[in-house]
């Protein structure tokens, strides 16, 4: 199972990002996948959810801004990141999962984002 994700950079609040990440080892149109983010120090956030029917779910503090998609025959999961706050800073990750079991144990490098204010 592998996970590379990319299209973090540093961007201006307010501004824009859609991040990618690409899936393998696993099968992937029938798995849910998530968007995590880890600030420093801390333990990962779950940011986003698309399940494999395509139903998603958000957090709060990203609902409206955020909006997660996949593409299943590309096996890639993208997370396209509006209206982008400082605290949004943060490394981001995606992962899947198959129903109701744990997250996979093989986390990328992850995409760093960094939103200046």
């Known amino acids: 199972v592998q996970f590379v994700e990319s299209g973090g950079g540093l961007v201006q609040a307010g501004g824009s990002l859609r991040l990618s990440c690409a899936a393998s080892?696993?099968?992937?149109?029938?798995?849910?996948m998530a968007w995590f983010r880890q600030f420093a120090g801390n333990q990962r956030e779950l940011v986003a959810i698309?399940?494999?029917?395509?139903?998603?779910w958000y957090p709060d503090s990203v609902r409206g801004r955020f909006i997660i998609s996949r593409d299943n025959a590309k096996n890639t999961v993208s997370l396209q990141m509006d209206s982008l706050k400082f605290e949004d800073t943060a490394v981001y990750y995606c992962?899947?999962?198959?129903?109701?079991?744990?997250?996979?144990?093989?986390w990328g490098q992850g995409t760093r984002v960094t939103v200046s204010s």
């Open positions: 992962n899947s999962r198959r129903g109701g079991r744990d997250w996979y144990d093989a």
């Open positions: 080892g696993i099968t992937f149109s029938a798995n849910n």
């Open positions: 698309i399940y494999s029917g395509g139903t998603t």
